[in-house]
């Protein structure tokens, strides 16, 4: 029986994706905080990817099982919007542990689960290879640095006959998106240093969110994936134009036009 673990299996992108794999009949092993809906072939095990405990116990479960998985498919993650320099230490700490120390714990417990030539599928971002916007720092960072590792664990991999792949989507209509205006919400009220910078801010971002796709396109493209017998290293979907035009120019004029939209 083909069989998939997923972590972040109840988000927007997770449940979607949930769904597709089991229409393509693949038994699912779903890592989540809570299960928000019941699903036929698809195994529930709470987790909190920031205790390792938690993790542990739910492979011992799975292993008890004698499961063998032909994908990890990595789709937990956080999205923070706060300045680098007024943000708590915990808010620092907790956007690692969760967005790249989380992925990192669940590949050491389960690759021994993994079938030879099976895939880790690793989300990063479209932020993780361009020069970050202000207050999308902690993001950009975490993914870039997310980003790094799934190529330097591709590289190791490959060694033993994995395949590693990341997917670098735009902005998927999820919750998370959700979750950014309600953070650059909260940011414009709490800041003391960029008030009127937060507020303009708000362009930008509108911008971006506005060029959104379903969470099943994603899907899919998990799907295909999947089924590919060999896997390129990096899936994009749905990159900004805006971003991408934006980084073609040297950064002294990044900077520049950041802060002419910023502060006029």
């Given amino acids: 029986m083909k069989s998939i673990l997923v972590t972040g299996a109840y988000g927007g992108i997770g449940l979607a994706t949930v769904k597709h794999l089991l229409s393509l009949g693949y038994e699912v092993y779903a890592l989540d905080l809570k299960e928000t809906e019941k699903l036929d072939h698809c195994h529930f095990y709470q987790i909190d990817i920031r205790k390792q405990e938690t993790i542990q116990k739910a492979f011992d479960e799975i292993n008890q ?6 994908a990890i498919i990595h789709l937990s993650g956080i999205y923070d919007l706060n300045s680098l320099v007024e943000m708590s230490e915990e808010d620092f700490v907790r956007s690692y542990d969760i967005n790249l120390f989380g992925v990192f ?34 993001y950009g960072i975490t993914k870039t640095a997310l980003d790094k590792y799934a190529y330097s664990l591709r590289m190791e991999l490959q060694l033993l006959d994995y395949q590693v792949v990341v997917l ?13 205006v309600k953070r650059l919400n909260d940011f414009k009220e709490s800041t003391t240093l960029y008030k009127n910078n937060a507020t303009k801010f708000d362009q930008i971002v509108n911008s971006v969110e506005s060029r959104k796709i379903p969470p099943e396109k994603l899907a899919k493209k998990i799907g295909k994936i999947v089924e590919k017998k060999k896997s390129r290293f990096v899936y994009k979907i749905n990159r900004n134009s805006l ?12 900077t520049w036009i950041i802060k002419k939209i910023l502060t006029k």
């Avoid at 989507?169 to 950014?180: E, F, K, M």
């Avoid at 971003?243 to 990044?254: C, D, Y």
């Fill in 243 to 254: 971003l991408k035009l934006l980084n073609v120019l040297p950064n002294r004029f990044q």
């Fill in 168 to 180: 670098r989507p735009g902005a998927i209509d999820t919750g998370l998106l959700n979750v950014s």
């Fill in 65 to 70: 099982d004698n499961i063998r998985f032909d």
């Fill in 105 to 138: 714990r669940i590949n050491k417990t389960f690759l021994p689960l993994l079938n030879k030539k099976g895939k880790i599928i690793i989300t990063t971002s479209e932020l993780a290879t361009v020069d970050p916007l202000p207050f999308t720092g902690i």
